[in-house]
């Protein structure tokens, strides 16, 4: 009896450790079943693709996986990783196919340019930054001639960030879509500043305009020029406030000056002209018609009850008829 227990439970131990044997045969086996398979497929070698496009590098069940090359049917070499038949990772692309481009170096997804690079332009100025989707996200373009620009980009053009060109001025705001100036602080390589709107690159629209020379304006552009209503004030304490032409004053508007005589009417290329009056400060006054800038027909109003028919001559003295 006790033989017949011992042979059975011999047998039976032996059945266990044949039976774990067996599971790590078979774990090894599909192991270095899969590990063959892989060996078997990642290839070095030559692949003509369907566009035309040929491949030598790694393959892996026939697309390029891997490390290589790929040369296009427009000429266009790329050098670098795959994944599934397309350039992902990172790689160099260098372009014939367009005489504006010379290569990009940088991140690639699904065969476009995605996440950082630098794409070099023929000129040797360069685009550096972000990418998605085959086009700079974030970044900066940094031209031959010395300008920059930087920020949020749409497509080719920059939407919002700064810009810094080759004459030393400075914009930081959005861009249209022809990455012209919309809207923003322009500081000029002179040290005016201007905040506001704009239209092909000039100050146009609504805005203020500080400059070195110490004059102060706030009001309409238009094409570069002040326009509409607006606002100015001189160094020298003179001030301006009415409607302008072309940048002149034009048409009805208030001046006050350092004397504080101030000058209510009409305006013509910048000068008085028309209907107006002046108040000098001091309790005397004249209402008349303005030519040139000076007072050519009106009442002088003295202050102490004298009234004359006065003008002024051609330097500006004060003259009775």
């Given at each position: ?213 110490g004059s102060l304006y706030i009001g309409g552009f238009?094409?570069?020029?002040f326009s509409g209503a607006g606002v100015l004030t ?88």
């Open positions: 009896m006790r033989l017949i227990f011992l042979f059975c439970f011999f047998l039976f131990g032996c059945n266990v450790e044949q039976r774990d044997i067996n599971l790590d045969e078979i774990q090894n086996t599909e192991s270095t079943s899969e590990a063959s398979v892989l060996s078997k497929a990642a290839t070095q070698g030559k692949n003509f693709l369907e566009d035309g496009s040929v491949y030598e590098g790694e393959l892996v069940r026939g697309l390029p996986h891997g490390f290589g090359t790929r040369k296009f049917p427009n000429e266009d070499f790329y050098k670098g990783q795959f994944v599934d038949g397309n350039a992902h990772g990172h790689g160099t692309i260098r372009y014939k196919s367009d005489a504006n481009l010379e290569k990009y170096v940088g991140a690639w997804a699904n065969g476009r340019r995605e996440g950082f690079g630098t794409l070099f332009l023929a000129d040797s100025s360069r685009m550096i930054g972000h990418w998605e989707k085959d086009a700079l996200f974030y970044g900066e373009f940094q031209s031959v001639d010395g300008t920059v620009i930087s920020g949020e980009w749409n497509r080719k053009f920059i939407s919002e960030g700064k810009m810094r060109d080759e004459f030393g001025n400075e914009f930081t705001g959005f861009f249209n879509l022809d990455g012209s100036y919309e809207q923003g602080y322009l500081k000029g390589a002179n040290g005016d500043q201007y905040t506001g709107n704009f239209l092909n690159n000039l100050y146009h629209g609504k805005g203020i305009l500080s400059k070195t020379s238009e094409e570069g020029e001189l160094a020298i304490g003179t001030r301006y406030s009415g409607e302008f032409v072309k940048g002149e004053p034009n048409g009805f508007g208030v001046q006050t000056n350092p004397e504080g005589v101030i000058y209510s009417g009409l305006w013509g290329n910048g000068v008085k002209s028309g209907t107006g009056s002046l108040d000098f400060g001091d309790g005397t006054s004249f209402v008349g018609e303005f030519q040139n800038g000076l007072a050519s027909e009106g009442i002088y109003d003295w202050g102490d009850g004298r009234k004359t028919d006065s003008y002024q001559n051609e330097e500006g003295e004060w003259l009775d008829r």
